[in-house]
């Protein structure tokens, strides 16, 4: 069993900062891209950020500039440092990861994690 726990959520005031830490633990071999998601109350889950194993990383537009994804692979984490936190950022922020436990599957494993939630006041 592969899981991932995120951490780092909280309440934070508008300005301020925030790191989330993502840990894939388990039957592991690889791992392909990770990435953040955020669902804010009401919204549909989307895309904030992702990664792959080679540190490749892809960050939407409009977070450009106050969002950094990084990656431990060592550790089989990921991190999503927020900087000038507004309101709007408020969400669920859940980690997502491509899992291969064992060498050479197809397809790999796609893991969810049970979330963050993130509190922006202004």
């Known amino acids: 069993q592969v899981q991932l726990v995120e951490s780092g959520g909280g309440l934070v005031q508008a300005g301020g900062s925030l790191r989330l830490s993502c840990a894939a633990s388990?039957?592991?071999?690889?791992?392909?891209?990770m990435a953040w998601y955020r669902q804010a109350p009401g919204k549909q889950r989307e895309l904030v950020a992702s990664?792959?194993?080679?540190?490749?990383?892809e960050l939407v537009d409009s977070l450009k500039g106050r969002f950094t994804i990084s990656r431990d692979n060592a550790k089989n984490t990921i991190y999503l440092q927020m900087n000038d936190l507004k309101p709007e950022d408020t969400a669920v922020y859940y980690c997502?990861?491509?899992?291969?436990?064992?060498?050479?599957?197809?397809?790999?494993?796609?893991?969810w994690g049970q979330g963050t939630q993130v509190t922006v006041s202004s």
């Open positions: 990664i792959t194993s080679n540190g490749n990383a």
């Open positions: 997502n990861a491509d899992v291969l436990r064992v060498q050479f599957q197809r397809p790999p494993t796609n893991i």
């Open positions: 388990g039957r592991i071999f690889s791992i392909n891209t």
